[in-house]
């Protein structure tokens, strides 16, 4: 089909480009945002995305709370965060005007839905005048009023539809520009709005009519003089897809199920951000998913055991102030020795917080979140893409250790999507369980027998001979009997910790992106991965003798980190919280860390880090000044 | 296939039992060993979960496989499970502060999903493991450690909550007739979907006594009424009375002063719960409290049935997964 039209006015080529997109609530910004996202990935660029939504579902219209976000940075080189500075900012009436204005860069594209920006919307805004008139504004940026409305409007009447719906679709005529101002392709949105409005053929056209008269805008329109064109990034070879994180966690859990032959089981409440996960699992009943949405977060996650008792593969999965309801269960988990995953998708805390915005606060819950010594190992993706692998690797420990193992996600890593380059299936290790078979014998059954591993033997229900019975009461070793002899309670608790404490030998190394000691060492985990190791990069551009340390599995800790944090002579931990790595660190190996610490609910910026990290590190001798 | 034959000493675990001497949870256990038998399941098919309470270490003392699990959420391990094993016999043992208290939220939505697992519910209408306070089912006023001054909660009634819930099979039973009490367990484990037997049973250290009325021999006959299918609800040391509907109560009438066709006839399979209700409420002193099944309705799909269903028809309808296939769908793009 040729369906884009080519542009006829001068190409700029660019490396890379970061637009926000903001507008109302429902305004249609996600899925604008969405689009383009995935859009540039098919067009072969690296991309970052960072959706940012108010918690309300309909925050009152025109409001500064009710501004919904959606930021993309697509490249030609590969990128690791969403972007800083703004690019492009394209607002659909003033409450996202002045909410984000201030991180568009000087002399950046500003394009706003003229009218939006009307008295009425001005009182809702909270602004005197019309932002947009501010002398200023012409003096910094590049401004285009677009009477984004009415040109939909004139566009949608000539299929004869109505002006209720011509409003709604003004959200697909700034795409259209927007596709037009950097080169996109139509086709991919064509190909999703035949998909998704297929059945309603006067919705489909109307769309279809306002992203074409989008294009067309920037294309005639005199103000506009030149696109910009982002090439293909190189990318390692191989069939990619663009993904979301939550998309990839659930992916990751079904891999893993097949990989060790079992069906899975989720178990969960209703709760934002992780709430994706079940909706994505709950489409793929025919690769034998069961999902469970369970009365609260407690049945949640104990009809996870009890599914796991069964032999099933099970997980459960909650945000924050779940977990916090769900941990007496987890340290029943862990004294019962069974193996389940357990998924924090993070969020602003404590309490409700911030249901849409990210934190990575809830490490110390994972760590110590439970009544009594109950360590649980803990594995954290870094990326959308990473959480597939994150899931199969959280499996593996989980059955070769028999017990829960936390995966703690964050809503930016959730929410965020990256291009994921699809892996070979058939190539991914199995993840080998055997339950042991009925005895027959006279020796009696031993459930709490340990491997060399620690592990004690899954004997699932239903076999012959090794009825046994578990339970939250502290176990004798070897027999699992009640039993409340102190050197028992000793030895079990040790054993236990042991256990978890010998994973450390099987995972790999600590790696680390540049030297191996050196001046300063940046520590980081989880979602902050792309902001630390760009910023890491940008200061080894620099000459600075600096590496990035990104940590995957913060329980155990890799066997190699306290050499590694004493090669360094400062090391910089930064986290979305008020320092709970840095906490661990210091307190497992008695080294000084510097935290770099934030919970705005925003993700680290890349020029926020480069400061932070000049501030602290040591100063360099100055070898080749005189 | 011939199946051994069990008796009840080989549904026996080697474990001591620890209840108080004089306890009515022995009773229980010894009925539930004496039925298991009959039901030809074999041992480890048999799954007992219970909570936390003296009850709940019921599952100790089976030889069967066995959760003791976290006060109040024996249901929701019962749901994991039975969801994903459908092919086990799943018991569920909880007492009144286990199922009604903290465990309130789960007992319900069992009931309401018709799991099919069974619940028994030791209601000694107090805490017994932490030595003696008023527990859901305690009386108004009544004195107990916490409430020295006399309790001021309303209790629950464990029937009623369970009809509200949409229970499809509600029973109640006591520890002092074991005859009773194993035909109800058997009634129970025959029911396909969630079943409740609340048993009576006697806290002799903290509560002792608190429903002689019903559990004692003499007083039995006067105080409970043994509820039968299809039959009118006769109690009294002479059988000399009956319960009858006017309007939209329950009365207590001598059978000699009333025509027989106007007494109440019990119907356990009434999809109805009306009238089941009313019997449920039926309270000592001022009227008999209602022994056996009183309700059994058949038919109500159970979850463990509806989630193993899906499974099975999305297999049907989109072939079995393929997960090669499953991320690879979509736009995709080669980089070479
Ligand atoms: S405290 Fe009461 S209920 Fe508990 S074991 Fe003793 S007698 Fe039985």
Known sequence: MTATPKTSKDVQSVTGITVRLAGDSGDGMQLLGTQLTNTSALAGNDVATFPDFPAEIRAPRGTRA????????????????????????????????????????????????????????????????????????????????????????????????????????????????????????????????????????????????????????????????????????????????????????????????????????????????????????????????????????????????????????????????????????????????????????????????????????????SMFGRNGESPLPIVAPRSPGDCFAAAIDAWRIATECMVPVILLSDGYIANGSEPWKIPDVSQIEKITITHPEGADGDEPFMPYARDEKLARPWAIPGTEGLMHRVGGLEKEDGTGNVSYDPANHQLMTDRRAEKVAMIAERIPDQEVFGETSGDTLVVSWGGTYGSCHTAVAQCQAEGMRISHAHIRYLNPLPKNIGDLLRSFKTVIVPELNMGQLRLLLRAEYLVDCIGVNKVQGKPFAVTELVAAIKEHSVPQTKSKAG | MNLPVLKAADFASDQDVRWCPGCGDYSILAQMKKVLPELGVPREKIVFISGIGCSSRFPYYMNTYGMHSIHGRAPTFATGLKSTRPDLMVWVITGDGDALSIGGNHFIHALRRNLDVNIILFNNRIYGLTKGQYSPTSSEGQVTKSTPMGSIDHPLNPLSVALAAEATFVARSMDANVKHLGAMLKRASEHKGTSLVEVYQNCNVFNDGAMAYAQERKQRPNNTVELEHGKPLIFGENKDKAVRLVGNHLEVVN????????????????????????????????????????????????????????????KEKKGPGDLQKLISAGDTWDVA
């Open chain 1, 66 to 365: 009710g501004v919904s976000g959606f930021q993309v940075q697509f490249a030609s080189e590969e990128i690791f965060t969403p972007g800083d500075q703004l690019d492009a900012l394209v607002v659909m009436n003033p409450a996202a005007m002045v909410t984000n204005l201030s991180d568009l860069r000087k002399g950046g594209i500003l394009i706003a839905n003229e009218d939006g920006f009307i008295e009425k919307e001005f009182k809702l805004a909270k602004v005197e005048a019309n932002p947009l008139d501010a002398s200023v504004i012409e003096e910094t940026y590049r401004v285009f009023k677009v009477p984004m409305t009415e040109l939909t409007r004139l566009a949608v009447a000539e299929h004869g539809l109505s002006q209720k719906i011509a409003d709604r679709c003004k959200n697909f005529f700034a795409m259209g520009l927007v596709y037009w101002l950097f080169g996109r392709s139509l086709d991919p949105t064509l190909r999703f709005i035949e998909n998704k409005f297929g059945g309603k053929p006067d919705v489909a056209s109307a769309n279809e009519a306002a992203l074409r008269a989008g294009w067309a805008y920037g294309e005639t329109t005199e103000a506009f003089g030149e696109s910009y064109q982002v090439e293909a990034a190189e990318l390692s070879k191989g069939t990619y897809r663009n993904i979301m994180g939550n998309q990839a966690l659930a992916w990751g859990l079904i891999a893993a199920a097949e990989l060790s032959d079992k069906d899975l089981f989720y178990g969960t409440y209703p709760i934002t951000p992780a709430s994706d996960i079940l909706h994505e699992l709950t489409k793929y009943k025919n690769f034998g998913v069961r999902t469970f949405q369970a009365e609260d977060e407690i049945a949640a996650v104990c009809s996870t055991i009890g599914a796991a008792f069964g032999g099933t593969m099970a997980v459960t999965a909650s945000s924050g102030p779940g977990i916090a309801l769900k941990g007496e269960a987890m340290g029943l988990g862990m004294i019962l020795e069974l193996p389940m995953i357990v998924i924090n998708v993070q969020r602003g805390g404590p309490s409700t917080g911030l249901p849409t915005k990210t934190e990575q606060s809830d490490l110390l819950q």
């Open chain 2, 255 to 314: 059978t000699a002063d009333v025509p027989a066709d106007d007494l109440l006839i019990h119907d356990e399979k009434d999809m109805n719960p009306a009238i089941q209700m009313m019997m449920a409420r039926m309270r000592y002193p001022e009227m008999p409290e209602p022994m056996g099944v009183l309700r059994a309705v058949e038919g109500v799909a159970t979850y463990d049935d509806q989630i193993n269903d899906q499974v099975t028809e999305a």
